[in-house]
C-alpha cells in the first residue's frame, strides 16, 4: 500500500478534481442517477461522511455513540438535511471538511486502528476509502452533469478496496467467501497492468481499471462493463461485489 502522505495527496486531488466539476454546475438540485439524490445531496453526504472520519480519527469515543444510535435512515437522512442548505455554505462547508480531514488523517499514530461503520482501518485505509467514495458519488455527479472524466491512476486504490473487499462482499449477502485467492489483472488508465492475487490462480477477473472500479461500487450494471471473470467463484464474485461499507447496494440498470 502507498504511504499515509501520498494517500492524502491523492484524497486531496480527488476532492479537487470533483469540486471544479462541482462548483461550475448552475443548477444542483439536478437528479443524480442515485435515486431521490440530487447534486447536493451528493456533496452533502461526502461532507457528511468527511466529517464523520475526522471523528473517527481524533474522538473515537464519540464515533463509538453515533455508531451506537445509527438508523437504517441516517445516510439519507444526513444527505437530506445538507441538501436543504444554501450551494454556496454546502460548498464551503464539503472545503472545509476536506481540509480537516487531511490533517486528521495526518495525526494518526502510526498502528491506530480507527473505528467506522464497517471494520476498523488504518489511516491509510481511512484515506483510501475516502478516496474511494469520493470518486464514486462524483461520477454521480458527472452522469448528472452528462460530463465525461478522464480515468487517473488515482483508480488503482479504488480498485485495490474493491479486491480487498471481495469477502466482505459475499458475507454481506448471506454467502460463504471463497477459500481461494482469485487473481485480478486490470489495465490502467496509462497501459499499465495493475495486479492482485497469486499469478496462475485458477479463478480470475480482467478488464479495464476503470469498468472494474465503476463495478465495485455499483455505478454501472455489469452488462455494460468489460470486466471477465474466469471461474464459478469469480462470477459471482462480480454479481455481488461492493467496495463499500453497509448494506448491499441495488445496483443501476443496464444503460440500454
Known sequence: MPDLSSLLADLTAEGESLDELAAAAPDWTVPTPAEGWTIAHQIA???????????????????????AG????????????????????????????????????AAVPSGTRLPWFGPPMSA???ATARIMETWAHGQDVADALEAVREP?????????????ARDFAFRNRRLEPPA????VALAGPGGEEWTWGPDGAAQSVT???????????????????????????????????????GPPGGGRPPRG
Open 207 to 245: 478488464g479495464p481499471a476503470l469498468d472494474f472500479c465503476l463495478l465495485v461500487t455499483q455505478r454501472r450494471n455489469r452488462a455494460d462493463l468489460a470486466v471477465t471473470a474466469h471461474g464459478p467463484d469469480a462470477v459471482r464474485w462480480l454479481e455481488v461485489a461492493q467496495a463499500f461499507a
Open 45 to 67: 453526504h461526502l461532507a457528511w461522511t468527511d466529517r464523520q472520519a475526522v471523528v473517527a480519527a481524533t474522538d473515537p469515543d464519540a464515533f463509538g455513540e453515533l455508531l
Open 70 to 105: 445509527a438508523t437504517a435512515r441516517l445516510v439519507d437522512e444526513s444527505a437530506a438535511a445538507g441538501a436543504a442548505e444554501k450551494p454556496a455554505d454546502l460548498l464551503e462547508r464539503w472545503r472545509a471538511g476536506r481540509r480537516e480531514i487531511i490533517s486528521a488523517l
Open 152 to 164: 487517473t491512476a488515482r483508480l488503482r486504490h479504488v480498485a485495490h478496496i474493491g479486491v480487498r
Open 180 to 183: 481461494e485467492e482469485f487473481r
Open 124 to 126: 491509510a485505509s481511512m
